[in-house]
C-alpha cells in the first residue's frame, strides 16, 4: 500500500525539501513542479511524495526545524484539503493523509496509528523487527545440538531473462558481476570476462548462471530459459558456507529424515527442507 500527497514549498526551499525527502527510507519524489505555474503565491514548487509508510512526515517535521521556515510550507492531500503544517504536529498529520486515501477510508477504516517503536499495551519494537543481530548471550531460545555455520554464501533465483536481470541487480543494488558460466558436458565453464550479451544471439552461447556481488550480499540467477513456465518458487536456494564436518553432519540428518535431495557432492549438499525451502550447505 501507498500513500501519496503534495509537499507545497516556497522555490527558495525547492532543493533541500527534495533532499530531506530522499533520506526516508521508504519514500520517493515521482513529479516535481518547480515553479508551480498554478500557484497564486509567487514563486513555490510541489513534490508529489509516495511513501509505504509514512515515517516521512517525521523526517519533514525535522526538516522544517532544521530551516525554521514551517509557517510556509503546506500538505496537499491526496483527496484535496491543504493543510500548513504549523498547524498540525506530525501525528494529526499522519491521520489526516490515512483518511484522505481512498484504499485506507474503504478498507481499514477502524486502523489507527501508532507512535512509532510502540505496539498495543506499549510494548517496544525496534524500526525493523526482524532485522539485526542479538547480541552475545542474549538469545531467547537455543538448539538442542550445536550445529557450526559460516556465512550466507548467496541466494540463488530463477529468472526468463538473466541479462534483464542483471541488468536490474546491477543498477537497482549496484551489484558487480563476479562471473557468468554456462554448463557444457556435465561440467561448468566460465565466460571471458569481456563476454556481450548481444553475442548470444549469433553464438548460441549464453549464460547458465550469473553470480553478482555487493560486499557481503551475493546473488546467483539461474537462466531458466525465454519459454519456461516457472511454476515454483522463484528462489531456487539458500547457500551457506559451513566446516566439512558440518556439511558431512547435516547430510546424515537430511538423508536420515528422508528430506528431499536435490544435489550430493562431496563439498557441496542440497535438500528441502519440510517447509519447501531449498538449503545447500558448501564446504568453507
Known amino acids: 500500500?501507498?500513500?501519496?500527497?503534495?509537499?507545497?514549498?516556497?522555490?527558495?526551499?525547492?532543493?533541500?525539501?527534495?533532499a530531506a525527502v530522499e533520506t526516508a527510507r521508504d519514500a520517493m519524489?515521482?513529479?516535481?513542479?518547480?515553479?508551480n505555474?498554478?500557484?497564486a503565491e509567487g514563486s513555490r514548487a510541489e513534490l508529489s511524495v509516495a511513501a509505504h509508510s509514512?515515517?516521512?512526515?517525521?523526517?519533514?517535521?525535522?526538516?522544517?526545524?532544521?530551516?525554521g521556515d514551517i509557517g510556509d510550507v503546506f500538505l496537499d492531500?491526496?483527496?484535496g484539503g491543504r493543510f500548513p503544517l504549523v498547524e498540525h504536529d506530525p501525528k494529526?498529520?499522519?491521520?489526516?493523509?490515512?483518511?484522505?486515501?481512498y484504499w485506507y477510508e474503504n478498507t481499514m477504516p477502524n486502523v489507527h496509528y501508532l507512535d512509532a517503536g510502540v505496539m498495543e499495551g506499549g510494548a517496544k519494537v525496534a524500526d525493523v523487527p526482524y532485522g539485526g543481530r542479538t547480541a552475545a548471550g542474549s538469545a531467547v531460545a537455543v538448539p538442542d545440538q550445536a550445529v557450526t555455520l559460516g556465512q550466507l554464501d548467496h541466494v540463488a533465483v530463477r529468472v526468463r531473462d538473466p541479462f534483464k536481470a542483471e541488468s536490474f541487480y546491477r543498477d537497482f543494488f549496484g551489484m558487480s558481476v563476479s562471473y557468468r558460466a554456462r554448463r557444457e558436458d556435465d561440467r561448468w565453464q566460465h565466460l571471458p570476462a569481456d563476454y556481450e550479451w548481444s553475442q548470444r544471439h549469433s553464438t548460441g552461447i549464453e549464460p547458465d548462471i550469473v553470480r553478482l556481488e555487493n560486499g557481503a550480499v551475493s546473488l546467483v540467477v539461474i537462466n531458466a530459459g525465454a519459454a519456461s513456465v516457472l511454476?515454483?518458487?522463484r528462489v531456487a536456494y539458500i547457500s551457506v558456507t559451513a566446516p566439512i564436518e558440518t556439511l558431512n553432519a547435516l547430510r546424515g540428518r537430511a538423508l536420515f529424515a528422508s528430506y528431499t535431495v536435490q544435489e550430493d557432492s562431496p563439498r557441496a549438499f542440497r535438500f528441502i527442507?519440510?517447509?519447501?525451502?531449498?538449503?545447500?550447505?558448501?564446504?568453507?
Open 231 to 233: 511454476m515454483e518458487s
Open 1 to 18: 500500500m501507498t500513500y501519496r500527497f503534495v509537499l507545497d514549498v516556497p522555490e527558495a526551499l525547492h532543493e533541500s525539501a527534495k
Open 77 to 79: 492531500a491526496y483527496k
Open 273 to 284: 527442507d519440510p517447509f519447501g525451502i531449498s538449503w545447500q550447505i558448501v564446504a568453507a
Open 54 to 67: 509514512l515515517d516521512v512526515i517525521d523526517v519533514v517535521y525535522r526538516w522544517l526545524a532544521e530551516t
Open 29 to 35: 519524489i515521482l513529479i516535481e513542479r518547480r515553479p
Open 92 to 101: 494529526e498529520l499522519r491521520r489526516l493523509i490515512q483518511g484522505t486515501q
Open 37 to 39: 505555474p498554478m500557484s
